[in-house]
């Protein structure tokens, strides 16, 4: 498998995943900050506000959910929304690798009443799939209609629904005057098996006054701090902390693979109607070029191929 950090791939050190208990191991709870790498994919891509809200904190919720994952397995979050942002993707896996696009960086909706992003009428309407490679062949999917496309909420229904675990889900972009990200990251509170009503009750009345997950952020604090605000009289213990980077798989050798699937006939169209082909990463935004010869060489190795079948 190539690694992923060997190409396209940007680390910082205030990126990362802190990963506890509380209450005598009757809480699971993860927090992220993923300010760097949200500005690295907005960079990219260009994005405005509204789609750099809604992939941080679709990013911020994936870099939770893969640091649950154990060595090699991955997930991969889509939002598909009937929204002018089109479709939301966010892929990550147990090792901090993270990446994500969204379908139309530039949609614009106006504010809300408040003011602020309206990040629920830029997705709109449509379903929340989560997909787990868990390397045993068929990957495992799950979904929820989005109950409010403001992701946070969209994501506990998620885990209510699907998973049925009750969990908390707090997930915030700051996006500054030039947009630029000033803080992204979340929070995500789960009751073990075995936890007690009471403790349900203790933390629907904590989290009524938690702020802003990116005004944490944006104020200094770390994923532990987070935590520590929004339970610290639960007594927090920090278990894991999983280093985040933003990371694309894609390369020239995959942009063949993609080319051969087209078969001979297509390539020889694009011959002729373009004299090469240009692939771009969804992703990163990557470009690979493939001249002529290039083309003409794939279609022979097309060719090799079916002779030796």
């Known amino acids: 498998m190539e690694n992923p950090r060997a190409k396209n791939s940007t680390e910082t050190n205030t990126d990362y995943v802190a990963q506890g208990t509380a209450a005598n191991g009757q809480i699971r709870a993860l927090a992220v ?91 709109g309407e449509g379903h929340l799939w989560v997909i787990r490679d868990l390397g045993l062949g068929e990957p495992y999917s799950g979904s929820v209609p989005l109950v409010s496309g ?75 701090d987070i935590i520590q605000e929004a339970i610290g009289d639960l007594e927090p213990k920090f278990l894991h902390r999983l280093p985040l980077r933003f990371a694309c798989t894609c390369s020239r050798k995959r942009g063949e693979a993609t080319l051969i699937a087209l078969g001979p006939k297509e390539l020889e169209e694009l011959i002729l109607e373009q004299g090469m082909a240009e692939l771009t990463c969804h992703f990163c935004q990557e470009q690979y070029v493939y001249t002529k010869e290039d083309l003409e060489s794939l279609i022979d190795q097309i060719a090799v191929e079916k002779a030796t079948d």
Do not use: C
């Open 33 to 123: 900050v993923n300010t760097g790498i949200v500005e690295e994919v907005r960079r990219r891509h260009q994005m405005l506000p509204w789609a750099s809200a809604a992939l941080g904190r679709t990013m911020a919720a994936t870099a939770m959910l893969g640091a649950m994952l154990k060595d090699k397995d991955r997930v991969t979050v889509q939002i598909v929304g009937d929204g002018p942002l089109g479709q939301i993707v966010a892929d990550g896996d147990a090792h901090g690798n993270l990446r994500g696009y969204v379908s139309n960086p530039h949609a614009q909706v106006p504010n809300n009443s408040q003011g602020k992003l309206n990040i629920r009428e830029a997705v």
């Open 150 to 224: 403001e992701i946070a909420e969209d994501f506990a229904s998620y885990f209510a629904r699907s998973e049925q675990t009750p969990s908390v889900v707090a997930l915030g972009v700051l996006v500054d005057r030039d947009y630029s990200i000033r803080a992204a990251g979340g929070l995500i509170l789960q009751l073990l098996p075995g936890a007690s009503e009471g403790i349900a009750i203790i933390l629907e009345h904590m989290l009524k006054d938690l702020p802003p997950i990116s005004g944490i952020i944006d104020g200094g604090g770390t994923p532990e």
